[in-house]
């Protein structure tokens, strides 16, 4: 696993773009995500059956969502209701809940402590390349998703750490088709343009050894 202190991420072109998708989603999340933990608990207990005990995950089809943004959870949620983003298993968890009941799902989410059982052994040094400096047209994953992965929880940039290679693999390709094109998607569709697949399963490595 690679514990190499990197640079501060280099600019590329699309930074410009990230830079006002930051203010405008900072600016979306200043009021209160209006949630209930408890009624949360209470509401997620499905969840349980494939993201674990408190959202975190030790089946490496399902990624955890303990300790992610309430914005971003809900993002997501509200994404997989709509048919805004396709998954056969989520579409129909999803398909009843209530604005209330998905805001209430995802600040009991944020609540929990994020815990990374079993990353890679191995990384790579072009997926921590791009992750850390970036390059030109590509901007740094760390300058929103912090250095070691935990997001960013004001913001509603979601952690990185824990997640496996195929799951951040299989989201970053679809940024890149535009299979998923809601919510931070305008800031993630230019970045994975970019990306061909070699970088795509570079980062992918990189992102799961992050502990």
């Given amino acids: ?44 207990q499905s969840c349980a059956a494939c993201h674990g005990d408190k959202g975190n995950s030790n089946n490496p089809a399902f990624p955890s969502i303990a300790g992610q943004p309430a914005k971003y959870v809900a993002s997501q949620l509200t994404a997989y209701r709509d048919g805004k983003r396709e998954n056969a298993i989520m579409n129909g968890q ?37 992750y850390h400096q970036g390059r030109e047209g590509v901007a740094a994953c760390a300058a929103c998703h912090h250095s070691d992965g935990y997001g960013n929880q004001p913001a509603g940039f979601p952690a990185l750490r824990g997640l496996t290679a195929g799951y951040a693999a299989q989201s970053l390709k679809d940024y890149r088709s535009g299979a998923r094109a809601h919510g931070q998607a305008v800031l993630m569709i230019p ?21």
């Fill in 1 to 44: 696993m690679m514990t190499a202190v990197h640079p501060m991420p280099r600019r590329g072109r699309f930074t410009a773009g990230m830079l006002l998708g930051l203010f405008f989603f900072a600016g979306a999340v200043q009021a209160s995500e209006g949630g209930s933990i408890k009624a949360g608990r209470e509401a997620a």
């Fill in 94 to 130: 999803a398909a009843g809940l209530s604005d209330q009941q998905i805001r209430d799902i995802a600040v009991y989410y944020a609540a929990q402590g994020r815990k990374v059982a079993s990353p890679a052994d191995e990384g790579s040094e072009l997926g921590a390349d791009l």
């Fill in 191 to 211: 970045l994975a343009a970019e990306l061909s697949d070699e970088e795509i399963d570079a980062l992918a490595a990189h992102i799961a050894s992050l502990d």
